[in-house]
Nanobody
């Protein structure tokens, strides 16, 4: 069983940095590829970044490429999202998710966290 809990969200100004964390309390974290998704007010949830089981493979949405970095620590059962040069359009609830498939599917990921809110003021 995977239980994902996100943390690290908050209110920042444009240009600032923030690091999100997503910790799993289970024992099978390393068996899953992990991803970050976000949902802005009034919009559909969208993909942000993904990392493979070992951490050796990553890919990003074009909107965050070069600004965000996803990584994972399988010893700590945690996935991170380092967000730099934040923009107001990055404002959203950020969710982490686990998948037994790679690349991550668009839908039907195995597990989801409850999300953490990131607000970027201009």
């Amino acid at each position: 069983q995977v239980h994902l809990v996100e943390s690290g969200g908050g209110l920042v100004q444009a240009g600032d940095s923030l690091r999100l964390s997503c910790a799993d309390s289970g024992r099978t974290f390393r068996s899953y590829a992990m991803g970050w998704f976000r949902q802005a007010p009034g919009k559909e949830r969208e993909f942000v970044a993904a990392v493979s089981w070992s951490g050796g493979g990553t890919y990003y949405a074009d909107s965050v490429k070069g600004r965000f970095t996803i990584s994972r620590d399988n010893v700590k059962s945690t996935v991170y999202l380092q967000m730099n040069s934040l923009k107001p359009e990055d404002t959203a609830v950020y969710y982490c998710a686990a998948s037994s498939n790679w690349p991550l599917p668009v839908y039907n990921l195995n597990y989801w966290g409850k999300g953490t809110l990131v607000t970027v003021s201009s």
